[in-house]
């Protein structure tokens, strides 16, 4: 059971940030720092892949 908690946690973690990346992109003042936001998303570390 415990693997299934820890696999739910990671999931939703990813989602939460998922989203928190998409509101960030659409606030997102200037192309220089879309691209640093994209930069970052693209790192597997960051999206929990």
Avoid: H
């Amino acid at each position: 059971m415990n693997s299934v908690t820890t696999s739910w946690r990671n999931r939703r973690q990813v989602a939460r940030t998922r989203r928190a990346l998409n509101k960030a992109l659409s606030r997102s003042s200037s192309p220089a720092m879309r691209d640093e936001l994209l930069t970052m998303a693209n790192g597997a570390q960051f999206l929990g892949r």
